[in-house]
């Protein structure tokens, strides 16, 4: 499981048409449109389960987007589990927001 070394390493596309590689996303439709907050989602939930080389997290995930998106995202436990104990940050966001729920309920 590739994990980036750094979240200010990933500097990919914040907004328009974001082309996905065959090898990332399998499906005829590979753009994924960045203003709709469903595939953004679904373009980075693909990128961290399938990415095997750090430029490809770096070219497609941008850093605070990937912190802003932490929370929602739907990964499997070893992913998640890989990156929050590389960049506590994203652990620490996935707590607030739970905490923030729980208050608010």
Do not use: K
Request: proline residues 7%; glycine residues 4%.
């Amino acid at each position: 499981m590739l994990v980036a070394g750094t979240l200010a390493e990933l500097t990919g596309p914040t907004s328009g048409l974001v082309e996905l590689p065959l090898r990332l996303w399998w499906n005829p439709q590979r753009a994924f449109d960045l203003s709709q907050h469903t595939m953004l989602l679904w373009m980075y939930e693909n990128v961290l389960r399938e990415a095997v080389r750090i430029t490809e997290l770096r070219d497609h995930l941008h850093g605070p987007t990937l912190l802003r998106l932490w929370p929602d995202l739907n990964l499997p436990r070893a992913v998640r589990a890989a990156w929050e104990a590389r960049h506590p940050a994203l652990h620490r966001t996935t707590t607030l927001t739970t905490a923030d729920t729980a208050l608010a309920a």
